[in-house]
């Protein structure tokens, strides 16, 4: 199967599913077609979410997690935005893809992986798709949408997502840029390294590739692995210890401890 990104005229991805009875010669032919078509396929091999999306629902996990401990949604899109580099911030993100679509496809991630991606009591994601918030296509969502004096759209902070969300979540706190950034990319990083583990994903290269033209990971990091590479696995494997206690969309797997014991990178020099 192909499987394209939205919006699909600007994203140049294409994910290109094997299944267990999938030839080489239709893989090649697929990926050949997609190339044609002027997109940058990546050949993934199927499970819940495929590659792109498995890796993007514990990123939006982590964000819940945190909105939950009494962050501020717009701090933490500012942060990712402006400081990580992000096009734009998870709440955003969710508001775009539509938090009717998001809430439906995390049943799916949590019955693919029911002890990493439970759903979580009092998900945001969850409320806001009961208050018929959709994001984007109805206007409300964590923002509102509206369109300002030259007709442009424009989002503001909505009181009523703030007051909705303030009846689920823990006291407003602010937290730390860093803390912010190791919160929302910690499950991300962690769950790119699992498919690279499980060959969902070929190659470090590969799964870099998918997220910056998938996702629009901030190409100067590079892509997930790189930016751990570039912290450095050690010290990547210590800041994922410090929130393991948060859940196991933290806890970086065996290989990975061994890989930062012994020096080793994903990109080696």
């Known amino acids: 199967g192909m499987h394209f990104f939205n919006p699909v005229h600007r994203m140049p991805l294409v994910e290109v599913i094997r299944g267990k009875d999938t030839s080489d010669e239709t893989v090649a032919a697929v990926v050949a077609y997609a190339a044609r078509m002027g997109k940058s396929p990546i050949v993934v091999n199927d499970c819940p979410g495929f590659f792109v999306n498995r890796v993007l629902f514990p990123y939006f996990a982590g964000f819940s997690k945190l909105v939950l401990d009494g962050a501020d949604f717009a ?3 500012k942060v990712m935005e402006k400081q990580f580099g992000w096009p734009m911030g998870p709440a955003y993100l969710l508001d775009v893809v539509g938090l009717d679509t998001a809430y439906h496809c995390t049943d799916v991630m949590a019955a693919g992986f029911p002890s990493r991606m439970a ?5 945001p994601v969850a409320a806001m798709y009961k208050a018929e918030r959709y994001g984007q296509k109805n206007g409300v969502g964590f923002y ?3 369109k300002d004096a030259k007709g442009k759209p424009k989002k503001d902070v909505d009181p009523a997502a703030v007051n909705l969300l303030a009846g689920i979540a823990a006291d407003k706190q602010d937290f730390s840029s ?5 919160r ?16 969902i994903i070929e190659s470090a290269a590969e799964a870099d590739m998918g997220l910056v033209y998938g ?7 590079g892509g997930p692995l790189r930016y751990a590479d570039t912290i450095g696995l050690a010290n990547f494997v210590a800041l994922a210890d ?6 196991e969309i933290y806890q970086v797997t ?16």
């Open 242 to 247: 410090k929130y393991a206690h948060l859940g």
């Open 178 to 182: 860093d803390d912010i950034i190791a």
């Open 144 to 146: 509102a949408y509206s």
């Open 184 to 199: 929302v990319m910690v499950p991300m990083i962690n769950e790119t390294i699992r498919c690279l583990e499980e060959g």
């Open 254 to 269: 065996d290989k990975t401890r061994a890989m930062a014991a012994a020096g080793q990178r994903f990109f080696p020099v």
């Open 215 to 221: 996702l629009g990971f901030p190409p100067f990091r």
């Open 119 to 123: 759903k979580l009591d009092n998900d």
């Open 75 to 77: 701090q933490i899109d």
